[in-house]
């Protein structure tokens, strides 16, 4: 289970909390601006050019933030929602990762690596031992990214969810994620 809401981290012009409800349409927009469509593209971390469609929308955005096994957290810089994280408890210490958004103007400035740290220390604190993630095979520049932070490649790959709009729709017929943990 995770702590209580609240702020988790103050810095300067930059605080990391914990989504709520009301939080769901900024958070929604800055997902799909991060990872899909033109706007994506601005960035290094888009999946534009694999997928189309929607990342995620209303409806899941509000069960990750119902369930109290799971949170996003939010990072706003001056007031504006610029990243978030979503962290999840599998049971036995395992925490599951996603949803890391960096809005395309503000990548290549460090928000990513604070946002993975404070994920790591919230399932840290919640008595996890490991946490893990999955990546698109065909992203080796993100895959890249993550084993620099520590996260190492499994050997396991899991099947992406063709057949299923909520979560887009493919421009190739190959997808697949792998598997990246990393000990806490």
Do not use: N
């Not at 069960?63 to 007031?79: C, F, S, V």
């Not at 979503?86 to 928000?111: E, H, N, R, T, W």
């Not at 992203?139 to 969810?161: D, H, K, M, N, W």
């Amino acid at each position: 289970m995770l702590a209580a809401a609240g702020p988790m981290l103050e810095s300067g012009d930059l605080m990391i909390r914990r989504a709520d409800a009301g939080d769901i349409p900024a958070l929604h927009e800055l997902v799909e601006s991060a990872y899909r469509g033109d706007t994506a593209k601005r960035g290094w971390t888009h999946e534009a050019d694999l997928l189309g469609g929607q990342r995620t929308d209303h409806a899941m955005l509000g069960e990750i933030i119902g369930d109290p096994a799971q949170r996003i957290l939010l990072a706003e810089q001056g007031g504006a929602l610029t990243g978030c994280v979503q962290l999840s408890a599998k049971g036995d210490g395992i925490f599951y990762l996603g949803l890391l958004s960096v809005a395309p103007a503000a990548q290549a400035a460090g928000l990513g690596k604070r946002l993975l740290q404070a994920a790591e220390t919230e399932a840290s604190r919640a008595g996890g031992h490991a946490i893990e993630m999955t990546v698109i095979r065909q992203r080796p520049e993100l895959i890249a990214y993550y084993q620099r932070r520590g996260y190492v490649l499994t050997s396991e790959a899991r099947p992406f969810p063709y057949g299923d709009p909520r979560f887009g729709h493919p421009t190739r017929d190959d997808l697949d994620f792998v598997v990246l943990v990393k000990a806490l």
